[in-house]
């Protein structure tokens, strides 16, 4: 039982477009989100975080939007870049217990 | 760089042998916690460790245990290897268990296959 699916295993954009990487949960006492970036051979970076209390948080190119009732959140990238090519992950938390759930991953090609 | 480090970054054991992974987490950080990433698949949570003690764990079995340290760092065992615990193997340090702001910084994984 998958509670945080990424139904994209993969999305190719060209460079300067915007790349718009997607996310659903099936667990409503989900109220922290995660995006995390992973390169090859390297552990996960935290990219962007949001709380279930806002629906929008951004981060220079990076914006995550929430839809609570619609359990769904999405991480815009404006301009993309090649250098942004990588795998992406969306997790969820609560407040209570910090351990994340992740989802399976997208895999982000930015062609030059 | 999140200033987790993981050792070892490589390792080949054969099923039914055991393994210490171990993690040293990031300066100022009281929480480890453990994920297992197959391939193919996202991380997935083992258990956490809050100021030496367990503080939840994921759907493994008991052969998986960890150990917490006094300057925080952490060690994952795993008995009786099985084929299926061939995976990367993720620490992540954050500063606190719970609440908002507290994102989890990976190290670089420990890639385990058991043959």
């Known amino acids: 039982d998958q509670q945080v699916k990424q139904n994209s295993p993969s999305l190719s954009v060209q460079e300067g477009r915007i790349s718009i990487l997607n996310c659903d949960y099936t667990?409503?006492?989900?109220?922290?989100f995660l995006w995390y970036k992973k390169y090859p051979a390297e552990g996960p970076t935290f990219l962007i975080s949001?709380?279930?209390?806002?629906d929008k948080n951004e981060d220079g190119r990076f914006t995550v939007f929430l839809n609570k009732s619609a359990k769904h959140l999405s991480l815009h990238i404006v301009p993309s870049q090649p250098g942004d090519s990588a795998v992406y992950f969306c997790?969820?938390?609560?407040?209570?217990?910090?351990?994340?759930?992740f989802g399976k991953g997208t895999l982000l090609t930015v062609n030059p | 760089e999140t200033g987790v480090t993981q050792s070892p970054t490589h390792l080949i054991k054969t099923r039914g042998q055991q393994v210490t992974l171990r993690c040293s987490s990031q300066?100022?950080?009281?929480?480890v916690s453990w994920y297992q990433q197959a391939l193919g698949q996202g991380p997935q949570f083992i258990f956490q460790?809050?100021?030496?003690?367990?503080?939840g764990r994921g759907n493994f079995p008991p052969r998986f245990s960890g150990l917490q340290f006094p300057n925080y760092s952490s060690e994952l065992n795993v008995n009786a290897l099985e084929l299926d615990d061939s995976a990367l193997y993720l620490c992540?340090?954050?500063?606190?268990?719970?609440?908002?702001?507290?994102?989890?910084?990976f190290g670089q994984g420990t890639r385990l296959t058991v043959v």
């Open positions: 300066s100022g950080h009281n929480t």
């Open positions: 667990n409503s006492m989900f109220d922290y």
């Open positions: 460790y809050y100021r030496e003690e367990e503080n």
């Open positions: 949001i709380s279930s209390i806002k």
């Open positions: 992540a340090s954050s500063l606190g268990a719970s609440g908002v702001n507290t994102e989890a910084f």
């Open positions: 997790a969820a938390a609560t407040f209570s217990n910090y351990k994340l759930t």
